[in-house]
Nanobody
Framework: QALLVESGGGLVQPGGSLTLSCVAS????????MDWYRQAPGSERELVAR???????TYDDSVKARFAIFRDNYKNTVSLQMNELKPEDTAVYFC?????????WGQGTQVTVSS
C-alpha cells in the first residue's frame, strides 16, 4: 500500500528557513515524478515544485531562487528546502507522487510564516 508522509513543517519568522521531507513507501519511488504542492486557507492547491524521475526540476515563479527541491532515491525521500520565507508562503504543504495514471498524496504539513 502506497504511503507518503510529510514532515518538517512549523512556525518560522519571515526570512527564515525550513526543510520539508516526504518519505514514500509501498511504491517504486525512483520511477515516480514527485511534486510539492501547497494550499492556503480559502485558496486552491497550487504546484510549488516538481522533480521528475529523470531529475528535471521546475518551480513556480513565486518560489524560484528561494526554494529547492531534491530527491534521494535510496531513501525514498523528496525534500523541499525553503529559504527567505514570506508570510504569503503560509500554507499546508503536500507531496504528491505520480507515475502514469497512479497518483498518491501525503496528508500535508503546516507551514506558518509569522513574526
Amino acid at each position: 500500500q502506497a504511503l507518503l508522509v510529510e514532515s518538517g513543517g512549523g512556525l518560522v519568522q519571515p526570512g527564515g528557513s525550513l526543510t520539508l521531507s516526504c518519505v514514500a513507501s509501498g511504491i517504486s519511488f525512483s520511477i515516480y515524478d514527485m511534486d510539492w504542492y501547497r494550499q492556503a486557507p480559502g485558496s486552491e492547491r497550487e504546484l510549488v515544485a516538481r522533480i521528475t524521475s529523470g531529475g528535471q526540476i521546475t518551480y513556480d515563479d513565486s518560489v524560484k531562487a528561494r526554494f529547492a527541491i531534491f530527491r534521494d532515491n535510496y531513501k525514498n525521500t523528496v525534500s523541499l528546502q525553503m529559504n527567505e520565507l514570506k508570510p504569503e508562503d503560509t500554507a499546508v504543504y503536500f507531496c504528491k507522487g505520480s507515475w502514469l495514471s497512479l497518483t498518491y498524496w501525503g496528508q500535508g504539513t503546516q507551514v506558518t510564516v509569522s513574526s
